[in-house]
């Protein structure tokens, strides 16, 4: 199995929203317009943060997206226009490693 070692090119990008429906219209749309080329819902985690200086907890779901660091601007102002929050948390982490056909995949299915 090849393993690319190397810094890469495609990134992780962690993105909450209220539910899972709003994650799977955000979802959909950005892996139709090549956007990401996978988005994956974890339903059911629950956020504790700050906002507006009263402490929260809310029931959310979490998105993780792989895409390609060129897309990440497009990404970002797509998840923008879609999403509810007027503050959505859209975090991109680098992908050191990872299998070098799905890394492939990502970069194919992105174009």
């Known amino acids: 199995m090849a393993i690319h070692s190397g810094v890469s090119d ?3 990008v962690l993105i909450t929203c209220p539910n899972r ?6 979802g959909r749309t950005v892996v139709e317009e ?7 819902i974890i339903p059911g985690i629950t956020s ?8 929260c907890r809310d029931r959310e779901a979490l998105l993780l997206v792989k895409t ?5 601007m497009l990404l970002a102002r ?3 226009s879609l999403h509810p929050y007027s503050v959505p948390e859209i975090l ?10 799905y890394l492939s995949w990502v970069r194919e299915s992105t174009t």
């Open 10 to 12: 495609i990134i992780a």
């Open 21 to 26: 429906q709003t994650g799977e219209e955000i």
């Open 34 to 40: 090549r956007l990401a080329a996978c988005v994956n």
């Open 48 to 55: 504790y943060y700050r906002w507006e200086g009263k402490l």
């Open 68 to 72: 390609r660091k060129l897309k990440y």
């Open 78 to 80: 797509r998840i923008k």
């Open 92 to 101: 991109a982490l680098p992908v050191a490693r990872g299998y070098s056909k």
